[in-house]
């Protein structure tokens, strides 16, 4: 009896280390699938974070390109500005020049009315003295 126990003890001792041993291996797989889903988790976030990133840079791209065409057209509204600008400053120096033109000779003509009217009113002056005295329109007449 002593060796049945002695048996079911070493029996009982082996079934639990076999348990624990168990226990152990699968706690081992365990922790190698976790690490192994843990791995796969880790790629998946890194092929996320990828694309994400490969995402940001692609619309980085973009807006670039979108600014740089911005700055492109702008010039090119600001280059075609400047030229209607300087058609513009062009007819008006232009319409300047005209009007100080027109202007000198307002004046010009001006001056001649003043002319005139001088001349008109002298005229007016000489027939009215020589309507006045019939003796000096006698000598007038005669040279």
Do not use: H
């Not at 009982?12 to 226990?23: D, K, M, N, P």
């Not at 889903?37 to 998946?44: C, H, P």
């Not at 280059?79 to 319409?95: G, S």
């Amino acid at each position: 009896m002593r060796y049945k126990s002695l048996l079911s003890s070493q029996f009982e001792y082996f079934a639990r280390v076999s348990l624990f041993g168990c226990l152990l291996v699968c706690a081992n797989w365990r922790t190698k699938f976790m690490l192994l889903e843990n791995l796969n988790s880790y790629r998946v976030r890194r092929y996320r974070v990828k694309r994400v990133r490969e995402g940001l840079e692609n619309s980085l791209k973009n807006r670039i390109e979108l600014i740089e065409n911005y700055v492109r057209i702008s010039s090119m509204i600001e280059i075609k500005v400047e030229l209607e600008l300087d058609v513009v400053v062009t007819e008006i120096v232009n319409n300047v020049e005209k009007i100080a033109q027109q202007m000198e000779q307002i004046m010009e003509i001006g001056n001649l009315e003043e002319k005139w009217r001088i001349q008109d009113e002298a005229n007016d002056e000489a027939e009215r003295l020589l309507s006045y005295d019939p003796a000096i329109s006698e000598q007038l007449s005669e040279s």
